[in-house]
């Protein structure tokens, strides 16, 4: 079977969803390992290292709208929106939206959207410790990592850290960039960041929004 004839629902394997979303409510956060379609992983990454090889890809900044800054002193990786391009594109966000509904189902969240950018860190890159969504505005909900690059040495470094919500100075979990794992976390409240990568790093970053738009004032996608 090819990566363009797997359904959604094994993009992500089922057992994942009912791990996911007891995880998210009692610790705010969830790993699954092996969770993604390797197919569709390699579909994928191929896509995304054609991209960072032809200028294919844009660099990071922090902030949204209008106070978008670039700042490689905070984070270092090139992106690509999503943009259901390609078969491996739509599998992976037609997972992504069975997810959403799932949440919805569980935990009536109110999502209504995701957006999720490819994103390549070149050797060197890191990304400091943050959140990813500010109280307040807070119409990202639950943040989602898809880490797409095969076979990572156990010198590779790059590893997602994730720290406790209630003392930032505590790490909770070193997450390894292999192809195949997918993380989850509540974008509020969840402090993370990517250490320094010793290898090209791959990986699809995505957040579940809820209408956050106030007053006729259209809050920016991106
Ligand atoms: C992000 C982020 C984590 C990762 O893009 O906001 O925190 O492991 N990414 O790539
Ligand atoms: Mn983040």
Same mark, same amino acid.
């Given at each position: ?12 394997? *089922?057992?994942t969803?009912? !791990?996911? #979303?007891? !995880? ?15 197919g569709?992983?390699?579909?994928? %990454? ?5 991209? !960072?090889?032809? %200028?294919?890809?844009d ?31 739509? &599998? ?12 919805? &189902?569980?935990? @009536?969240?109110?999502? =209504? ?8 860190? *070149?050797?060197?890159? =890191?990304?400091?410790? &943050? #959140? ?6 807070? %119409?990202? #909900? ?5 880490y797409?690059?095969? %076979? ?12 406790? *919500? ?10 390894? *960039?292999?192809?195949?794992? @997918?993380a989850? @976390? ?7 960041? #990517? ?8 990986s699809i970053?995505?957040? @579940?929004?809820?209408? !956050? ?6 809050d920016?996608?991106?």
């Open positions: 079977m090819t990566p363009s004839d797997t359904a959604a629902s094994f993009v992500l394997k *089922p057992a969803q009912c !791990a996911l #979303v007891d !995880a998210l409510v009692e610790h705010g956060w969830y790993v699954g390992h092996g969770a993604i379609d390797l569709l992983c390699e579909a994928l %990454n191929r896509e995304l290292l054609h991209r !960072a090889a032809y %200028n294919g890809l660099e990071a900044g922090i902030g949204r709208g209008q106070q978008h800054l670039l700042r490689k002193d905070i984070r270092g990786d090139a992106i690509h929106w999503l943009d259901r391009e390609s078969a491996a594109q739509r &599998h992976y966000l037609d997972a992504m939206s069975e997810l959403q509904q799932a949440l919805n &189902h569980a935990l @009536f969240l109110g999502l =209504f959207e995701y957006e999720a950018h490819f994103a390549h860190y *070149p050797p060197g890159a =890191f990304y400091q410790r &943050h #959140v990813d969504s500010f109280r307040g505005r807070a %119409n990202r #909900v639950i943040s989602t990592v898809g797409l690059t095969p %076979n990572w040495p156990s010198d590779g470094g790059g590893e997602m850290v994730i720290y406790h *919500p209630d003392d930032p100075s505590q790490e909770v979990a070193r997450v390894v *960039p292999e192809a195949g794992t @997918f989850c @976390f509540l974008s509020e409240t969840i402090p993370h960041e #990517v250490l320094p990568t010793h290898q090209p790093r791959t970053a995505g957040w @579940f929004r809820r209408n !956050a738009s106030l007053g006729g004032v259209l920016p996608a991106r």
